[in-house]
C-alpha cells in the first residue's frame, strides 16, 4: 500500500535545543502506528509538525490534506453547542444531520444540543472524536486521547477509536505512553528517544487482542525494556 | 526550598512532645431539631436600608435634623411628583441620558476598535497599548478644564468626558479578554480548517465576551459619574444643571432627589447589563449559580 505520511531527515530545534533529529518515518494509508516514549522526546512535537501546528522545521514531512486531530483535553469551544462543534471550519452552513451522524457514531447523539461544559470527560472526548472523523480524515493524530480519563472509561474509548478506525480505515498516529494502549491498538509501534526513532516492533497479534497471552506480555517486556523501565513489582496474572 | 526539609525533620519530634497520648475530639452538631421562628433572610437584608430611611424621617419630622442641612424623605417624594408634574424632572432626565448615551456610543465605538486592533494585531499592540497604559496614569475627571477650552462650554466636553470615561474599562477588559484566548482553542480550531475571519469569529471575540460584559458594566457606571462631573459645569439642562440651581436656593430636596435619580439610572444600567450577561453567557455552567 502506498504511504500515507512520509518523513525524511526532520529535524526541530527550540531556542537552539535539539528536540528532532533527523528523523525518518513512513506511515502506509490506513496503518495504525503509535508513538511510545518519555516525556520530552519529541513525540508531541512530532505530532504538531504532523498536523500543521508547527512549520519551523528543517527536512521534509508530506502528510494528506485531509487529517485532523484529537489532543489529551477534548478542546471543545464551549460558546458552541456540542454539535456545532462537531462540524466546525467545515465549509458551508453547519450541517446539523451530518453532526448528528457523526455523534452517533461515538454513541452520544442524544447529547448535542447541549453546552460543552454540561459533559463528563468521557463524553467530551467523544465529541472531540466525533469532531476529528466528521471530517473523513485520511490520517488521524491523537495526542494521548485516553490520558485524562479514568480507567474504566478509558478501556471503552480505547474500543471505540479501534472500532471507528476500522469503519473509516484512515491511518492513525497515535501518541501515547501508555505500552498497553500502544500494544492494544496499533500495527506497528515505535519507540522515540532524543528525537529518534529509537525502536520499532510489529504488533501481529489478531485483534481483539488480549493483553493477557504470552505473545502480547513478551512485546509488552520487549517496549518496557527499550523505555528503560524495568518492572519487578507489577506482575502479570498469569 | 532549603528549609523544607528541615522542616519536615523537626515536625514529628515536635508533635511526639505536644500530643503524646492519642487525643480525641468530640463533634457537636449544630442542627436544631425544633427551629424557633426566625425573620427570612430578605426582610433582614431589607431592615438596614428602610431603618435608615425611618431615622432620616423621624429625625427630620422632630426637626433633630434640620432642613437647610437635608431635607426629609417626604419632601423629596413631593419634589419628585412636582418636578415630574411640571416636566421639569422628565426633560433633565431625558437630557442627561441623552449626554450619557451619546459620550457611551462614542467611547464604545473608539474602545472596541481599539482593542481589537491591539489585540488581534502585533503591531497594533505595540503601538496602541502603551500609549492607552500611559492616557490611564491621567485622571480623567483632571481633564475638565483642558475640555472646556478646547470643546467650550456647551454638550461637546460633557460628552466627551463621557466618552472618555467609557473608553478605559471597555479597552482593556477587551483587550484583556482577546489576550486571554486559550491558545489551545486556537491550535484546535485552526486545525479544523478555521481561517483567520473564522477564528476571530468563533473562538477570539467569544473567549473575550465575558471580559467585555465585565467592562461594560464597569463603563456605564463610569459614563454616569462621568455625567455628574460634567453636568456641574455650565449645564444649561439635564440633572447636573438642576442640581446646581437647587444649590444656589439651598434647596437639598432637589440636591438629594436628582442623586436619588442619578443612582436610579446607575442601578438600571448595572440590571440590564446583568440580565445580557445571564443570555449571552448560558455556555458557562457555572455563571452566577441560580436565578
Known amino acids: 500500500m502506498a504511504n500515507s505520511v512520509e518523513i525524511r531527515g526532520l529535524s526541530r530545534a527550540f531556542d537552539g535545543n535539539t528536540v528532532l533529529h533527523d528523523l525518518d518515518l513512513d506511515i502506509r494509508e490506513g496503518e495504525f502506528v503509535a508513538l511510545l516514549g518519555h516525556s520530552g522526546c519529541g513525540k508531541s512535537t512530532l505530532l504538531r509538525i504532523l498536523a500543521g501546528l508547527d512549520d519551523e522545521i528543517g527536512g521534509e514531512v508530506t502528510v494528506p490534506a485531509r487529517r485532523s486531530a484529537a489532543f489529551q483535553s477534548p478542546r471543545l469551544l464551549p460558546w458552541l453547542k456540542v454539535w456545532r462543534n462537531v462540524v466546525l471550519g467545515l465549509p458551508g452552513r453547519p450541517d446539523r444531520a451530518l453532526a448528528l451522524k457523526a455523534l452517533d457514531e461515538v454513541g452520544i447523539a442524544e447529547r448535542a444540543t447541549v453546552w460543552p461544559k454540561t459533559l463528563s470527560g468521557g463524553q467530551a472526548q467523544r465529541v472531540s472524536l466525533a469532531r476529528a472523523l466528521v471530517r473523513e480524515p485520511e490520517l488521524l493524530l491523537l495526542d494521548e486521547p485516553f490520558g485524562a480519563l479514568d480507567a474504566l472509561t478509558r478501556g471503552k474509548v480505547q474500543a471505540l477509536v479501534a472500532e471507528l478506525w476500522q469503519l473509516h480505515g484512515c491511518a492513525i498516529l497515535l501518541v501515547t505512553h501508555d505500552v498497553e494502549e500502544a500494544l492494544l491498538l496499533a500495527d506497528r509501534v515505535l519507540v522515540m528517544d532524543e528525537g529518534r526513532i529509537a525502536h520499532e516492533v510489529t504488533v501481529d497479534l489478531p485483534r481483539p487482542r488480549d493483553l493477557t497471552t504470552p505473545e502480547f506480555v513478551t512485546l509488552r517486556a520487549r517496549l518496557l525494556n527499550w523505555l528503560g523501565v524495568t518492572r519487578t513489582l507489577e506482575g502479570t496474572p498469569s | ?291
Open chain 2, 1 to 291: 526550598m532549603t528549609t523544607k526539609p528541615l522542616d519536615a525533620a523537626m515536625l514529628p519530634q515536635q508533635k511526639e512532645v505536644v500530643a503524646a497520648p492519642s487525643t480525641r475530639v468530640t463533634i457537636r452538631g449544630t442542627a436544631k431539631v425544633d427551629r424557633r421562628f426566625t425573620v427570612p433572610r430578605s426582610v433582614r437584608r431589607a431592615a438596614g436600608p428602610v431603618g435608615l430611611v425611618l431615622l432620616w424621617f423621624l429625625t427630620s419630622a422632630t426637626g433633630v435634623l434640620p432642613e437647610s442641612v437635608l431635607a426629609s424623605p417626604v419632601d423629596v417624594l413631593r419634589q419628585a411628583v412636582d418636578l415630574t408634574k411640571n416636566g421639569e424632572l422628565p426633560h433633565a432626565i431625558a437630557a442627561s441620558g441623552r449626554r450619557a448615551a451619546i459620550g457611551f456610543l462614542i467611547g464604545a465605538t473608539v474602545a472596541l476598535t481599539l482593542s481589537l486592533v491591539a489585540g488581534l494585531f502585533r503591531l497594533g499592540e505595540d503601538v496602541i497599548d502603551s500609549s492607552m497604559g500611559m492616557f490611564r496614569a491621567i485622571p480623567w475627571v483632571g481633564l475638565i478644564p483642558l475640555f472646556i477650552v478646547w470643546f467650550g462650554i456647551e454638550e461637546t466636553p460633557k460628552i466627551a468626558l463621557v466618552a472618555l470615561g467609557v473608553t478605559y474599562p471597555l479597552y482593556f477588559n477587551i483587550y484583556g479578554g482577546i489576550r486571554s484566548t486559550d491558545s489551545q482553542l486556537v491550535e484546535a480550531a485552526r486545525m479544523m480548517g478555521l481561517g483567520r475571519f473564522g477564528l476571530i469569529k468563533y473562538v477570539i471575540l467569544p473567549s473575550a465576551l465575558p471580559g467585555a460584559l465585565v467592562g461594560l458594566r464597569y463603563a456605564l457606571s463610569t459614563a454616569w459619574l462621568a455625567l455628574v462631573f460634567a453636568e456641574q459645569v455650565n449645564a444649561d439642562a439635564g440633572l447636573g444643571y438642576l442640581m446646581s440651581n437647587a444649590q444656589q436656593y439651598f434647596r437639598t430636596d432637589v440636591i438629594v432627589l436628582c442623586l436619588v435619580v442619578y443612582a436610579l439610572l446607575g442601578l438600571a444600567c448595572d440590571f440590564a447589563v446583568r440580565i445580557l450577561s445571564r443570555r449571552l453567557l448560558t455556555w458557562r455552567a457555572n455563571f452566577e449559580g441560580e436565578a
